[in-house]
């Protein structure tokens, strides 16, 4: 074998290959070396989307390079990555840096490599084991990444301390003055205590009660990595925090800028094997947040060994079209005041960025004289960023959370109609703020200003349909604020339900035109399939826990619904938001109760059988009630509350067929904001005055929109065959 071949501007060296490759993710390898062989890296997000798969996910996603991408580099900078895989990091790296060597286990995974960074041509891939490329390594980088590479040092090293030595092999070779960088996973991350499996061995609870000592991999907890850092003489250390992990970071906290309350809400989500979910991450993540133990408890670690950063917190909106990438820090200046820096993240959303410096002078022009201030924005050139002042004061959707925990609707309503009133200066001067919600408004006594201005536009927006988003957007994020009912609000400033259905048709059209067609995280995980369950035992108390479009299914045997009874499937919604249901009835039952969801939908019966027999068939004799929801049409109901709840109501001659009976059906479930329902149920409501007669024999109408509806499906899945 050559001990150096080339693909593109990629050196592999195989001087230390033993000929087999000891660490591999299977067969999906060879997936992924023939996609970055086929695809060009603008069409990963594609094939990410339509495979569903996990180590796709993980192996080509652009978020991935978050967790190095923020780091302030000198780009005559000399790194080493140690475990550099398939390449998600090595690519950013050669971005950043002016020379990257990188060691990997796996000569697959670093053909991998090279083929997607083939453009690169300052990158050096050596294959084999650390221990023996090691000697071989120079002795002045600035950087050494290990990026998921630390847990591994038993593997790589052997010996009864292998951290110690890794690290202190790894301190030959950095020039004084040099920084290593480590992500890692805490083993007493809030997750792993709430149900999510140990990352690598995939048991429950493994890093909490402790690894064996053969365990292929082993995490730390914060003073586990201090101490070993200590017993290696390196003293200076800075702990950062990614969230939701390292892996898929979107938001990046350090010690001199800790979460704030409410701000940790991606938990339930895991998308590399199936979760139980315990209790309400969310809500133990804000009572840490309180106690100020948030560094104890965070999911992942990442920690600059060496002389620290000015930056202390980074939050990514990479997740949108190339015009619209973007990233968003929190630095120290050098006089030792907090700034808020905006960073393009493609060349493409230079120019969105750039132009924040002219929102903020057509807002200053707009407010002048009224009671809103606009944060300054200067344009820093050299650095390539929008610059703002850092403002102090507290968020006015967390003034507004505090008046509905403490129940206290009148200051809610106070801070409601203050927001109105200086929103609503100069309503004909051209110049709006899309993006006024709550969040956007920091509150410091009498001064209110806006922070984030990022979507401005030379138009004049009416100010009711601002506050109309305002409070669509702050309801969204926290089903708690659903407590507040917005309909008068809307009365008062006169939104009828048509517009507000403008308005919501706008609103989607917008998160489409900043996101292009990406599919959410949220769609890519439905896509996947993995699982939430809650354990039976929890099922009555955990209900906040659980994702929205979980289905739960009662039986009335006869004495009535029992929480312990009920069913909680094993199927669940496919990324189109269908789920087909079998369900096992006893002879027993009279009523089928079945919960498509646990907020707010709309729900169309896709199929209905009774023993294999359309429901529609007079022999069956079944009635279908939407209990506290409104029928919308001949197969589609609404339903305006988190507890959504559809009966199919049984009779004798249903259940004397058989021992045992066999209800299936399919639901399309789509979920809506509250206020969307509330207005669709209103306009029910209001069709119903005018046509008494809506409603009856609804059960035909449903047979024969079911009957045509599974012709259809079964047409198509004969043009599919």
């Known amino acids: 074998m050559n001990e150096e071949i080339k693909i593109g501007g990629v050196s592999l060296n195989f001087k230390h290959y033993s000929g087999v490759d000891l660490y591999s993710d299977g067969a999906i390898e060879n ?79 670093s053909e991998i490599n090279a083929t997607r960074n083939s453009e690169c041509d300052n990158v050096t891939i050596h294959v084999g084991n650390f221990r023996d490329i090691e000697p071989d390594l120079p002795k002045d980088f600035d950087y050494i990444f290990l990026i998921g590479v630390f847990e591994y040092g038993q593997g790589y090293i052997g010996t009864d301390s292998p951290y110690e030595r890794f690290l202190r092999m790894l301190g030959r070779h950095l020039k004084k003055g040099g920084r290593i960088v480590i992500a890692i996973e805490n083993r007493l991350g809030l997750k792993y205590f709430a149900g999510c499996a140990e990352d690598h061995l995939g048991s429950y609870f493994t890093g909490i009660e402790g690894y064996s000592p053969d365990s292929v991999a082993k995490t730390f907890s914060r003073n586990g990595l201090i101490n070993i850092f200590k017993k290696c003489g390196m003293n200076e250390y800075h702990f950062y925090y990614p969230y939701p992990d390292y892996k898929l970071m979107t938001l990046l906290h350090s010690d001199a800028y800790l979460p704030k309350f409410g701000e940790l809400q991606d938990n339930v989500r895991n998308f590399d094997r199936d979760r139980m979910v315990l209790f309400n991450e969310k809500h133990a993540y804000e009572d840490l947040v309180k106690e100020g133990m948030y560094p104890e408890f965070a999911n992942s670690f990442e920690v600059i060994l060496g002389p620290g950063f000015d930056t202390i917190y980074s939050k990514y909106s990479n997740d949108r079209v190339d015009e619209f990438k973007i990233r968003t820090d929190i630095a120290i200046d050098r006089a030792g005041r907090k700034v808020i820096k905006k960073f393009p993240l493609t060349e493409a959303a230079r120019e969105h960025v750039f132009s924040i410096r002219d929102a903020y002078l057509g807002l200053q022009e707009k407010f002048r004289g009224g009671d809103l201030e606009i944060n300054d924005c200067q344009i820093n050139e050299k650095e390539g960023c929008a610059m703002f002042s850092f403002v102090n004061g507290v968020p006015l959707a967390s003034l507004m959370d505090e008046c509905i925990d403490k129940d206290d609707m009148d200051g809610f309503n106070a801070l409601l109609n203050e927001y109105i009133k200086r929103i609503g200066y100069k309503p004909d001067y051209p110049v709006s703020d899309y993006d006024l919600i709550f969040s956007n408004i920091m509150v410091n006594g009498p001064i209110w ?203 004798d001659n249903n259940l004397s067929v058989q021992e045992r009976n066999h209800l299936e059906l399919s639901l399309l479930t789509t979920l809506i904001p509250k206020n969307s329902a509330d207005a669709i149920v209103e306009s029910v409501h209001v069709e119903e005055k005018e046509t008494p007669q809506k409603g009856k024999n609804i059960l035909g109408k449903i047979g024969r929109k079911i009957k045509e509806k599974r012709e259809e499906r079964f047409y198509k899945d004969e043009e599919w065959d």
């Not at 984030?452 to 926290?478: F, H, M, N, S």
């Not at 917008?510 to 035992?537: A, H």
């Not at 089928?592 to 069956?620: M, Q, Y």
């Open 449 to 651: 200003t806006i922070i984030d201005y990022e979507w401005t536009y030379g138009k004049c927006i009416p100010a009711k349909e601002q506050v109309w988003r305002a409070l669509y957007c702050y309801r969204l994020e926290d089903r708690k604020r659903e407590r507040f009912d917005p309909k008068p609000v809307y009365a008062r400033l006169g939104l009828t339900d048509k517009e507000m259905k403008v308005l919501l048709d706008e609103e989607y059209a917008f998160q489409k035109y900043v996101t292009g067609n990406r599919r959410s995280m949220v769609e890519i995980w439905k896509g996947i399939g993995r699982k939430v369950i809650v354990p039976k035992e929890l099922q009555a108390t955990a209900t906040a826990a659980r994702p929205d479009d979980c289905v739960q299914i009662y039986m009335d045997n006869g004495d009535g619904y029992s929480e312990d009874e009920s069913i909680f499937p094993e199927e669940s919604y496919n990324d189109k938001n269908e789920i087909d249901l079998d369900i096992k009835v006893s002879k027993e039952c009279r009523t089928v109760r079945v919960d498509p969801a646990f907020a707010p939908c709309i729900v169309t019966i896709l199929d209905a059988t009774w023993n294999g027999k359309p429901i529609a068939e007079s022999s069956c004799n079944i009635d279908i009630h939407p209990v506290n929801g409104e029928w919308i049409s001949d197969d589609t109901f609404v339903f305006n509350t988190e507890d959504p709840n559809i009966e199919f109501g049984l009779s």
């Open 31 to 109: 997936d992924l070396l023939d996609i970055v062989k086929n695809y060009k890296k603008e069409d990963y997000q594609k094939v990410i989307e339509e495979r569903n798969s996990w180590p796709i996910l993980y192996h080509l996603s652009d978020q991935r390079a978050n967790i190095v991408e923020w780091i302030p580099m000198d780009p005559k900078a000399k790194v080493l990555e140690v475990g550099s895989g398939c390449g998600a990091i090595t690519g950013m790296l050669a971005k950043k840096a002016k020379t990257v060597v990188a060691c990997d286990l796996s000569r697959r995974r």
